[in-house]
């Protein structure tokens, strides 16, 4: 079933596709081209059952290091340290 609404904002749904970004440990998973219905006010994804079961299915081959993954590049900066 098709969410009508955001849960967060109350923004419309549409049907687009979008990335899905997980810390794991010292680890960064990204998981590109994920379907989904997403909120034209605030971005929030809502995912199908079906593509939620693919997201736990690659997490744990990730987690179980199964999965040969293109390494990215990335930054991480302490909220506090970029401010000061």
């Not at 979008?18 to 995912?47: Q, R």
């Not at 081959?61 to 000061?84: R, T």
Request: charged share 30%; net charge neutral; proline share 4%.
């Amino acid at each position: 079933m098709k969410p009508d609404r955001c849960s967060f904002c109350n923004g419309k749904l549409i049907k687009g596709k979008t990335e899905f970004v997980v810390k794991l440990g010292e680890e960064v998973l990204v998981i590109k081209n994920i379907s989904a219905y997403i909120c034209n006010e605030c971005g929030e994804a809502y995912y199908s059952p079906k593509e939620s079961e693919k997201i736990d299915k690659l997490m744990k081959k990730f987690h179980n290091s199964e999965l040969l993954v293109h390494p990215i590049a990335a930054g991480e900066l302490n909220l506090s340290e970029a401010v000061a």
